[in-house]
Each structure stands twice: as C-alpha cells, then as structure tokens.
C-alpha cells in the first residue's frame, strides 16, 4: 500500500521490522472504520515510514521508546484503538492510556519489562531544526546537549531544501557538537506533507535516546506557541492539554520534555542568536540555501522584520518580500500569525524608510506594550527537567534580563478579542487584504 492515498481509514496496528540500518513502521488500517480519518483535513498518504538508525539494533531499543515513537508517529490517524509494535513496560502503557482519549492501546504490557530510565550519567537531547528558536535552545542548554537532526530524504514535488540545516549541523560538528543527523520520511505519511503530530520530529531522538544517554528531549517551544502571546488569548500552558498529553507521553517513557526558551519569545530569541555564536548557525527559511534564504515565504518576512527591528542597518528588500502571495495571505489572516512579534517589529522600525509598512501598521495595535517580549519569563523554569534548570537558568540571563511583575501582568492578561472585535479593526482589516491588489 506504500505510496497510496488513503483517504477514510483509521490505524488499527503498527507492526515494526528492521533492514540494513533501517527500522520500518508499518501501518495497518481498518477500512472498516471511518469515522476518524473522513472528517479529518490531515489524510493518511503512505503507510510505511523508515528511519536510518545506522549500528543501532532494533532490540537494543527499549520497547517504551518503540512505543512512545509510535504513538507520536501514527497519532493523527488512529481512531478508536491501536495495538503497538512491541510489548512495552505497565508503567508506559498505564501513562499512556491515562491521556489518551480519542483511541486506547488495545495492546498489552509485559510485567517483565521494567520500565525505562535513563543513565545515571546521562545527558540532555535537543530535535534540532537548525532554525532561530531551536539555535537559540541549544545556545542557553548544556554544552553536552546532543542535537538531533530530523532529515526528511528530499522529494522532486517539493520546495522544501535541507541544506541550510545539514550545513548548520555540520558547523555544530566543528565546534565540539556530538551532532546526529538522522534519516526520517515520517513527514511523508501524511497529506499535506508534514509533522503527523506536533513534537514528531522527536522520533528519531526517542529511538536513540537509550543509546546516547539521553534523559531528555528538547524543543525550540517559544513564548508565542507555549502561552498564546500574539494570538487571541494568554493560555495557561502548564495546566493545558498540550504540556499533560506530551509530558506524560514523554515522562511514562523515562524522558522529560524540556523547553527551555519556553519563556522566551522570538524577540528573545533573535536577541540570542545575535548575542551568541549560535546566530551564524541558524536559518529559519527552509526553502532557501545555506546563508540565502529565499525571501519569498511567511518566515522570511517575519524573521527579516524583526531583524531590521533589532538593527537599524539592515538592509533588506521588504515591500519586493511582500508581494508574494503565501506573505499576503499570512497578513490577511485574523489575527497575524505571532501579531505580536509584527506589532513589535514595527513599533521598533523607522516608517518611513519602509512605507510598505504603514498599510499593516493601521491594522495592528501599535498602543500594545511590548518591551516584556525583549525578556525572559520565569516561570517557564518548571517546563525544564530539574537537573538541568540551574545550568539553563544562568545561561539565559546571559542574555536576558527577567519580566518584573508588570511585564508578567501584561503576559497573564494578553487578550486580543476587544481590538479584534472592534469595526475600526476589522475596517482597517479589509483595506489590508485590498491592499495587494496595488501592491
């Protein structure tokens, strides 16, 4: 069934194999079952995904990391059940169906199995992008940290390109980085092509976590996405459904989720890459080649304003960036995608040097006070394991100084409903979208 686009079908049951350095998971689906899948715009399109573990044996891998994999794996297509690969410890099987709720592991544990821990001497990972939020995780990480490279084999269909990233691990090579680069077509298991849940990329760090002594997994996780800052309203992530689902995935497993720039937004994160030596390293594009993003796409034009933002000397092309359509259609959504981190940019850059601007500008709420966003919120310390917080700590404040009580208020009351549900608002909303037509 490889290469087949199944639409209306659910996974029932994965079963595994290995050959010449590859683990294969295979995907077995009940036709008879389509409640899932149908109703779902993410469409099941192959059902098999390989992973190049190299010297690695498949039974040197414990089967609560086969299981945790699988599951991050296959999530999005699962209906009602699904029996794993492997007989896996009572502790991860527990774990994981106490946070399940769509679909249970039908499977059964092995009282035999004990359950994962990492050794004693062990040491943190990092699923690295090679972007400027995942630089900037491994800039305020331990130097021990093993980053771990997801490299989805290229297709002649699309326009994403590695070469930026291979490049950015190889010069993480140079300078001491245990770096590992790990083959994955996982992101070719799902229509359109991408991550098949949200913390996938971690696969191929699970699958090695045993072998290299990890004990956790990091993640570039920024301020917007963990809190909600820029978008509608503040969430209280540590008490939402996306920390309890994963953490304790991540945890029944025997590895912590660490997110150590949590509390760092993407200003911080810019401020990081151009404080540390991690900056030259990183290139959010992943359309572009190494140091020639393509400044055609949503990230190159965020990524880009907020850097002329941090320096006034930039020189940089906006209104020829702007006239691609996939940046128009970013700008016409409601809200802009992380408005904040646009607001900011805006706020810090001279107007008139960029006329383009002022149409965004009259859409955005140039009052909102930002200056948080230069900071590190605290409190995110508790989503990063306790063996390393310390050590994470101090390597912020490097480059960070820490919200006071006002910035956090303004954080914990990020709500932009008001300025969205205004008519000058959405009047100045559709004299945006009207804009590109003249563009």
Avoid at 299 to 323: G, H, Q, T, Y
Avoid at 372 to 400: A, D, G, H
């Amino acid at each position: 069934m490889n290469g087949i686009f199944l639409i209306g079908v659910d996974i029932t049951k994965v079963s595994i194999n290995e050959d010449k350095g590859y683990i294969s998971f295979i995907l077995e689906t009940d036709e008879d079952d389509i409640s899932h899948l149908s109703s779902s715009k993410i469409s099941l399109a192959k059902n098999e995904a390989k992973i190049k573990i190299g010297d690695v044996k498949l039974d040197e891998i414990h089967p609560d990391l086969i299981g945790l994999a699988t599951i991050l794996m296959c999530h999005q297509f699962i209906g009602k059940r699904l029996v794993l690969p492997v007989e896996v410890s009572p502790k991860f099987l527990e774990g994981a169906n106490s946070v399940l709720s769509k679909y249970k592991i039908t499977s059964k544990s092995n009282e035999d199995i004990s359950a994962n821990k990492p050794p004693v001497r062990s040491r943190p990972g990092l699923a690295y992008s090679g972007g400027a939020d995942s630089c900037a995780a491994l800039a305020v990480m331990p130097g021990n940290t093993v980053p771990i490279f997801m490299h989805r084999p290229m297709s002649k269909d699309s326009i994403y390109d590695s070469e930026a990233p291979l490049r950015s691990c190889e010069e993480l090579k140079e300078v001491g980085y245990d770096v590992k680069v790990i083959e994955c077509d996982l992101e070719y298991l799902r229509k359109p092509i991408g991550f098949p849940s949200d913390l996938a990329n971690a696969v191929p760090a699970v699958l090695l976590s045993q072998s290299l002594g990890l004990d956790s997994i990091a993640f570039g996780t920024v301020l917007e996405s963990a809190y909600g800052i820029g978008h509608e309203k503040y969430i209280d992530y540590g008490n939402g459904s996306h920390w309890r689902f994963y953490g304790k995935l991540f945890s029944s497993a025997g590895i912590d989720l660490c997110l150590p720039v949590a509390g760092v937004s993407e200003v911080g994160t810019s401020i990081i890459g151009n404080l540390s030596p991690f900056g030259e390293f990183s290139q959010s594009c992943i359309r572009g080649k190494w140091n020639k993003p393509c400044l055609k796409c949503w990230k190159c034009f965020r990524k880009e304003l907020l850097a002329i933002s941090l320096d006034s000397n930039k020189k940089v092309d906006l209104k020829k960036i702007m006239e691609n359509s996939e940046v128009q259609i970013r700008l016409s959504a409601y809200p802009i995608s992380h408005e904040n981190v646009i607001i900011y940019s805006i706020q810090n850059i001279d107007i008139n040097s960029f006329p383009v601007l002022k149409i965004v500008r009259n859409r955005i709420d140039m009052s909102t006070k930002l200056d948080f966003l230069r900071k590190w919120y605290s409190p995110s310390l508790t989503f990063i394991p306790e063996k390393w917080r310390t050590n994470i700590r101090n390597k912020i404040l490097k480059y960070l100084e820490i919200m006071d009580k006002e910035d956090e208020e303004i954080l914990l009351n990020w709500n932009m409903y008001p300025f969205l549900e205004s008519e000058s608002t959405k009047k100045s909303h559709s004299k945006l979208t009207s804009f590109w037509q003249d563009l």
